[in-house]
């Protein structure tokens, strides 16, 4: 069998002196001309999934952002580095940020309570701790007291810098329900 010279290119652009055996690459370059399908350019810090698709580092860390499946098989990603580095990526770019949600739970009052409470703010509804500290003299201390709250941590995708610097600034979250 003969050996051709790869069909590749070197980083000043001239012709790569290794030889290939199958295809038109050789080891080095074989991935030379695979695009990466998020952004359909040259792939970029090559990340091969656990289903053996591969994208770029960046366009991969933006799509697990939001998402946790390969964009093309729709595969759950499992790999638990990939997704603290995204993590990181996200905070880091200004896309993702942690809020704490603190959930005031009602179900201890009776109808008459709830009616009260609503006097002074609606359920389900979203406020920040400056809002609901400037609510809570305005409530009867008996029924603040059978009050029950329970604390989440959230990661809220954010689609803009201002939407980033918006709950940056109130990033515990008070709800009544």
């Not at 050996?3 to 000043?12: A, P, R, V």
């Not at 080891?27 to 399908?37: F, I, L, P, S």
């Not at 008996?142 to 329970?150: A, R």
């Amino acid at each position: 069998m003969m050996k051709y010279q790869c069909n590749g290119t070197n980083s000043c652009g001239n012709r790569c002196k290794l030889k290939r055996k199958y295809s038109d690459f050789c080891k080095t370059h074989e991935y030379q001309n695979e695009n990466c399908t998020i952004c359909l350019n040259y792939t970029k810090n090559r990340i091969t999934l656990n289903c053996g698709h591969f994208f770029c580092k960046y366009c991969i860390y933006r799509w697990m952002c939001a998402n946790h499946n390969c964009p093309l098989c729709r595969t759950p990603i499992n790999d638990h580095i990939l997704h603290s580095k995204t993590l990181t990526f996200g905070i880091r770019n200004k896309l993702l940020i942690f809020i704490d949600e603190v959930f005031i739970n009602t179900m201890f009052l009776t109808k008459d309570e709830v009616d009260i409470l609503e006097n002074c703010v609606s359920l389900n509804q979203i406020m920040y701790e400056e809002d609901w500290e400037n609510i809570k003299p305005s409530i009867n201390e008996t029924l603040l007291s059978k009050l029950e709250y329970t604390e989440k941590k959230s990661i809220v995708r954010t689609a803009d810098e201002a939407e980033w610097d918006y709950y940056n600034k109130y990033n515990k979250m008070f709800i009544l329900h």
